[in-house]
């Protein structure tokens, strides 16, 4: 919204600030992060009373998990008025890219705050029907990668084919044109990033730090996939205006910085489905926007073990009866082989930095 100012520019030089990304990036980051923290213990007071109980805590999980009892969920609503309200003063709202995130990141968070609504009132894990919910969430995926699809094809860069085709790491000139089908994949991408966040969010502190980490990365690959020199330098796919979408990850580090406070361990708050499905679904549409789909699996690479481990934990009890892990998610699994729960969660972490470098590392190798 204050990019408008440069118009005044003429008048009052330093206005001219409003003009670079870099800048507003930085100001997106402060303006959410101060939403947060202002607004933040007013929210959780009001979360606590309305409540009551809190999230309800898994029977069958560790033990320390039972003093957390009592703690209210919803907290994404936290994050949520921290992205959306900054990105709305900062960020350029004629951006389709910018448009199409942000309408994911809403609509993923208006999905999860109905799952989380049902499981504070019913006391129960089973929230929203899952065929229901992930049907839902690819419509809005689907809708968001179409029209990024439409504006890639009508930047006519790289060729006719171009919004429609997947580009891979190492390979320069490398594409496979998916036509109409991308639709489908990039949904897939992004419905799958939102699930793989929500279900790495376990722990205190679990799932915002390697959002917050992946974010800075994407913000990076955004700002550079969007600028065409520094593309060209890194031979990477140019695409035209998807440096925007720094300023909207500027946002979302911000509020993750601002949530972290509230969710330190002991937390005071979880972000719930509320946060967790509107975090990864906005990750999933920067990836998809930039052409950096597989990198994001490198990136988020905590983010597919856990969903992995989910996947093998079901399949193999299908099959046979028995569990490779004591429990599923994998955090939870090292948590009953006896490491604390700072233990799994910093430890994480360090793994979350260095798949990161890792898929940064990507972008110069070609």
């Not at 972290?260 to 937390?267: G, T, V």
């Amino acid at each position: 919204m204050l990019i408008w100012l440069v118009e005044l520019s003429e008048h009052l030089k330093f206005l001219n600030l409003f003009r670079y990304i870099t800048f507003r990036t930085g100001a997106s980051l402060f303006t959410s992060a101060l939403i947060v923290f202002l607004f933040g213990p007013m929210i959780i007071n009001s979360l606590r009373i309305r409540q009551g109980k809190g999230q309800p805590i898994r029977a069958d999980g560790p033990q320390t998990h039972f003093k957390k009892a009592g703690t209210p969920t919803m907290g994404g609503l936290m994050i949520l008025a921290g992205i959306v309200g900054s990105s709305l003063l900062w960020a350029d709202l004629s951006n389709v890219y910018v448009v199409a995130t942000l309408l994911v990141t809403l609509g993923f968070g208006a999905i999860g705050f109905y799952d989380d609504y049902l499981k504070v009132t019913k006391q129960s894990h089973k929230g929203f029907s899952g065929k229901a919910r992930l049907g839902i969430e690819f419509v809005i995926a689907g809708i968001a990668v179409y029209f990024m699809m439409r504006t890639a094809l009508a930047s006519g860069i790289a060729g006719s084919t171009f919004g429609s085709s997947v580009a891979f790491p190492f390979f320069k000139d490398f594409m496979i044109n998916l036509g109409i089908m991308f639709v489908a994949f990039g949904g897939f991408v992004i419905v799958g990033a939102g699930n793989a966040v929500n279900l790495t969010d376990g722990l205190d502190g679990l799932a915002i730090v390697p959002v917050m980490i992946a974010a800075a990365s994407f913000g990076v690959i955004a700002y550079l996939a969007g600028n065409a020199v520094f593309a060209n330098y890194l031979q990477i796919n140019f695409v035209p205006g998807t440096g925007e979408l720094s300023v909207v990850l500027g946002a979302v580090i911000g509020a993750g910085l601002g949530f972290l406070w509230f969710n330190a361990p002991p937390a005071a708050i979880f972000m719930g489905d509320t946060g967790s499905l509107a975090l990864g679904g906005t990750i999933g549409t920067v990836a998809v926007a930039t052409k950096h789909e597989i990198v994001m699996a490198i990136i988020g690479g905590l983010f597919v073990m856990e969903t992995l481990s989910v996947i093998i934990q079901v399949g193999f009890f299908k099959m046979t009866g028995r569990r490779v892990f004591l429990m599923a998610p994998i955090h939870h699994h090292f948590e009953k082989k006896g490491w604390t729960e700072s233990q799994v969660v910093i430890r994480f972490w360090i793994i979350a930095v260095g798949l990161a470098l890792l898929g940064l590392s990507t972008l110069k190798l070609r």
